[in-house]
């Protein structure tokens, strides 16, 4: 069974920044794709950045220029970069690992709360 855990969210001032980390209970290189997505109270959950197993990368128009999505296959490992972060980016934060491509697999993390203030 596959297990995500997030960790680095928290409080912080409108323009601060955050990194999130989720860590993969084995081998993140067998995942077609990796994610952060986000959901505020209210809302869907949306996603933020996504990461293939090749390296490329797509955001959402909302965070482009401001959050980079990045991995480290030896620590099975995907980070969340977040900069110059808004009160519109408060929400929780999942992990999320993809397998397959015409039939896939969604494993999720538990969350990490990220409050920004302004």
């Known amino acids: 069974q596959v297990q995500l855990v997030e960790s680095g969210g928290g409080l912080v001032q409108a323009g601060g920044s955050l990194r999130l980390s989720c860590v993969a209970s084995?081998?993140?290189?067998?995942?077609?794709?990796m994610g952060w997505y986000h959901q505020a109270p209210g809302k869907q959950r949306e996603l933020v950045a996504a990461i293939t197993s090749g390296g490329r990368t797509d955001y959402a128009d909302s965070v482009k220029g401001r959050i980079t999505i990045f991995r480290d296959n030896a620590k099975n490992t995907v980070y969340l970069q977040m900069n110059s972060l808004k009160p519109e980016d408060t929400a929780v934060y999942y992990c999320n690992a993809r397998m397959g491509f015409v039939i896939v697999k969604d494993y999720w993390g538990q969350g990490t709360q990220v409050t920004v203030s302004s």
């Open positions: 084995g081998s993140i290189s067998k995942f077609n794709t």
